[in-house]
């Protein structure tokens, strides 16, 4: 069933640029649940685009978002596999920033 979904994950991106923030929510658990369920070589190109799409959502005013975000970011980065490694540490770098700077986040689940 996760392999069908794969189809909607182009739609479901798009979500995270226009829709309102319990919508995002919930797009960030479908791409969670997906990722979960896909054999790492099949959720490794995913991974690298969804770590793009994830940085604007890390400084979002929702702690809630940011800790679903963060906790995303770092599942995505662990599933990269072969040759998706390069592309994915460009992508992370232009994230280190902000996550340095959540370290010391006052919700103490988002500093985690």
């Not at 979500?15 to 929510?25: A, E, F, Q, T």
């Not at 604007?56 to 599942?75: A, G, H, K, T, Y």
């Not at 995505?76 to 040759?83: E, F, P, Q």
Request: charge should be positive; charged fraction near 30%.
């Amino acid at each position: 069933q996760a392999r069908k979904i794969q189809v909607l994950l182009p739609h479901i991106t798009e979500v995270l640029h226009d829709g309102n923030r319990g919508i995002k929510m919930k797009a960030l658990v479908v791409f969670r649940n997906v990722m979960h369920h896909l054999k790492r070589k099949e959720a490794s190109p995913i991974a690298v685009q969804l770590v793009e799409e994830l940085l604007p959502l890390l400084d979002d005013e929702s702690s809630q978002m940011r800790e679903l975000s963060i906790s995303l970011f770092r599942d995505a980065v662990a599933t990269v596999v072969g040759k998706d490694k390069r592309r994915m540490k460009k992508k992370v770098r232009r994230g280190l920033l902000p996550l340095f700077f959540h370290m010391h986040d006052e919700t103490d689940s988002v500093a985690k």
